[in-house]
């Protein structure tokens, strides 16, 4: 085997692992857009439940699911704050 072949092996292998790691940091900045998404999705699914309850002797529904919807909110906004920590340039609103 020539120095040259398996330089060329060398240089594709790194060049693959470079790649794959290229390809997982950008899924990851997607996966972090996506659970902020789908968190804020949830405490709007919520909020458009309490306000569905606006009858009367609907109030303990309306209190749960105003309760699900600041709990879901805070989650999103935790998730945003710990993304921020890791990854400076991630540019996402809550």
């Not at 999103?76 to 990854?87: G, L």
Request: aromatic residues 12%.
């Amino acid at each position: 085997m020539s120095r040259d072949l398996v330089y060329q092996a060398h240089w594709i292998r790194t060049k693959a692992l470079r790649d794959r790691w290229a390809e997982e940091l950008l899924l990851v900045g997607h996966k972090m857009q996506w659970t902020i998404d789908f968190l804020a999705h949830k405490a709007q699914t919520w909020l458009d439940r309490a306000q569905q309850n606006i009858e009367p002797g609907q109030d303990g529904h309306r209190c749960y699911a105003i309760r699900q919807a600041q709990t879901y909110r805070l989650l999103a906004e935790d998730a945003w704050a710990q993304f921020i920590q890791v990854n400076h340039a991630f540019d996402h609103d809550v």
